[in-house]
């Protein structure tokens, strides 16, 4: 999710507002600390505009 998010020049701050996610909350995913819901997944692919599949590979 980080290196999609970097190539598409995306900040976390800009992810996390478009997404309406907490920045904490994205931060915690990126470093492996978080587990995600399936939910949160799709809210952030709908954001970076990619497919939820394309997360989860």
């Known amino acids: 999710m980080k290196r ?5 020049g995306w900040s ?3 992810l996390t507002h478009e997404a309406d996610l907490d920045r904490t ?3 915690g995913i990126e ?3 978080r587990n995600p819901t399936v ?5 952030i692919a709908s954001a970076l505009d990619y497919q939820l599949g ?3 590979d």
């Open 4 to 8: 999609l998010r970097k190539e598409g």
């Open 12 to 14: 976390q701050e800009a």
């Open 25 to 27: 909350h994205v931060s």
């Open 31 to 33: 470093r492996n600390v």
């Open 39 to 43: 939910n949160v997944v799709e809210r």
């Open 54 to 56: 394309d997360l989860l």
